[in-house]
């Protein structure tokens, strides 16, 4: 199944790339990825094309997650960062720090609709990991979906966590039903 795709960092020169998995998500096309970084007001005023240029600003300062290829086509995206960056997660009660030590989080996938059932996000996790670590991480976290609690499956865009749970991540806290914290440790 690997052997199928191949994955690189998100950079500005893969932009065309990004939009065009972004574009092929209801959700994704208006919010990429400003959910988790911008206070709330801002992502909703920014709804639609503001997102679209406030995620352009990022990615011409750092590669913000991992995009996915099948062939030379863009096949599916994974959002992974130090938490620091993300605001939501700053304000954020249910996904509070559980400790001080100093994160990455996975925040987002997005596959597009002809590459999905492939095993995508479970590959896609596995070189968000590889990137954090290569870029310093000591420890990874997430926030995916208890599917035995969630009640839609637009709310999957966190990840399932099965699929982290089989990557190896272990549940550190949970402080919504459908909503654990999961963490994998780098070093």
């Given at each position: 199944?690997?052997?199928?795709?191949?994955?690189?960092?998100a950079t500005a020169?893969?932009?065309?790339?990004?939009?065009?998995?972004?574009?092929?998500?209801?959700?994704?096309?208006?919010?990429?990825?400003?959910?988790?970084?911008?206070?709330?007001?801002?992502?909703?005023?920014?709804?639609?094309?503001?997102?679209?240029?406030?995620?352009?600003?990022?990615?011409?300062?750092?590669?913000?997650?991992?995009?996915?290829?099948?062939?030379?086509?863009?096949?599916?995206?994974?959002?992974?960062?130090?938490?620091?960056?993300?605001?939501?997660?700053?304000?954020?009660?249910?996904?509070?720090?559980?400790?001080?030590?100093?994160?990455?989080?996975?925040?987002?996938?997005?596959?597009?609709?002809?590459?999905?059932r492939q095993g995508?996000?479970?590959?896609?996790?596995?070189?968000?990991?590889?990137?954090?670590?290569?870029?310093?991480?000591?420890?990874?976290?997430?926030?995916?979906?208890?599917?035995?609690?969630?009640?839609?499956?637009?709310?999957?865009?966190?990840?399932?966590?099965?699929?982290?749970?089989?990557?190896?991540?272990?549940?550190?806290?949970?402080?919504?039903?459908?909503?654990?914290?999961?963490?994998?440790?780098?070093?």
């Amino acid at each position: 199944m690997q052997d199928r795709f191949s994955f690189f960092p998100a950079t500005a020169d893969r932009l065309a790339d990004i939009e065009a998995v972004f574009d092929d998500c209801a959700d994704g096309r208006n919010c990429r990825c400003a959910y988790w970084y911008l206070p709330n007001a801002d992502y909703k005023a920014g709804w639609g094309e503001g997102n679209r240029n406030w995620f352009r600003s990022l990615l011409a300062k750092r590669p913000p997650g991992i995009l996915g290829y099948h062939q030379n086509e863009p096949a599916g995206w994974c959002g992974v960062a130090p938490r620091a960056v993300f605001d939501r997660l700053r304000r954020s009660k249910p996904f509070a720090p559980v400790d001080d030590k100093p994160v990455w989080s996975i925040n987002c996938f997005i596959v597009r609709k002809p590459f999905r059932r492939q095993g995508l996000s479970r590959l896609l996790l596995k070189h968000a990991v590889e990137f954090a670590k290569a870029n310093g991480a000591e420890c990874l976290e997430a926030y995916p979906v208890d599917q035995l609690h969630a009640s839609r499956a637009a709310e999957l865009y966190p990840g399932t966590l099965s699929t982290f749970l089989d990557a190896g991540f272990a549940e550190v806290a949970r402080r919504l039903p459908a909503r654990p914290i999961v963490r994998l440790e780098c070093r």
